[in-house]
T-cell receptor
Framework: AQRVTQPEKLLSVFKGAPVELKCNYS??????LFWYVQYSRQRLQLLLR??SRESIKGFTADLNKGETSFHLKKPFAQEEDSAMYYCALRPLSSGSARQLTFGSGTQLTVLP | DSGVTQTPKHLITATGQRVTLRCSPRSGDLSVYWYQQSLDQGLQFLIQ???????AKGNILERFSAQQFPDLHSELNLSSLELGDSALYFC?????????FGSGTRLTVV
């Protein structure tokens, strides 16, 4: 079974400060990790996939298989980053049953 | 517009009633996933369909059922509704590269 843990329910930082949202996972196979963002309980939007290794809106995340972590980081937080962030995992395998398992989410508030 | 369409956007109904939520996946996507988002339970995977067939089941109650039609749209049926079923219900479609979510249906049971 797979599990995703986001230990912080709430996180507040000041504008311009660095931010790190923690994500740990457990899965016996090879995982694919994602970060999704949700503004005001609207549609979930894909922020990052670990496979693509891209940076979106200044956010980056590195998969650390040794620590089974996929923390989301941004060097300088902006007020518009305030949102709910979800870490998610799905098996990196062939086959069609590849649903995402989500963490419980972290509500990020960037203070002025 | 994400390409995944969910209707209706809002639904208010009474306990004991039955409702149907509809999802049209993004063009070309064969898989449809249903998720329930409630304040106390977070995002819970309910069920997945792939090209008309059920492929995976999550924490879906027996009062809930789903199907995917030949045109690939999917419907989630919720019956004998209880107050605790009030939640946002999201549908997502996807292929190998990831998932795209619809805007959700906000269900309120009164």
């Amino acid at each position: 079974a797979q599990r995703v843990t986001q230990p912080e329910k709430l996180l507040s930082v000041f504008k311009g400060a660095p931010v790190e949202l923690k994500c740990n996972y457990s899965y016996s196979g090879s995982p694919e990790l994602f970060w999704y963002v949700q503004y005001s309980r609207q549609r979930l939007q894909l922020l990052l996939r670990h496979i693509s290794r891209e940076s979106i809106k200044g956010f980056t995340a590195d998969l650390n298989k040794g620590e089974t972590s996929f923390h989301l980081k941004k060097p300088f937080a902006q007020e518009e980053d305030s949102a709910m962030y979800y870490c998610a995992l799905r098996p990196l395998s062939s086959g069609s049953a590849r649903q995402l398992t989500f963490g419980s989410g972290t509500q990020l508030t960037v203070l002025p | 517009d994400s390409g995944v369409t969910q209707t209706p956007k809002h639904l208010i109904t009474a306990t004991g009633q039955r409702v149907t939520l509809r999802c049209s996946p993004r063009s070309g996507d064969l898989s449809v996933y249903w998720y329930q988002q409630s304040l106390d339970q977070g995002l819970q995977f309910l069920i997945q369909y792939y090209n008309g067939e059920e492929r995976a089941k999550g924490n879906i109650l027996e009062r809930f059922s789903a199907q995917q039609f030949p045109d690939l749209h999917s419907e989630l049926n919720l019956s004998s509704l209880e107050l605790g079923d009030s939640a946002l219900y999201f549908c997502a479609s996807g292929t190998g590269s990831g998932y795209t979510f619809g805007s959700g249906t906000r269900l309120t049971v009164v």
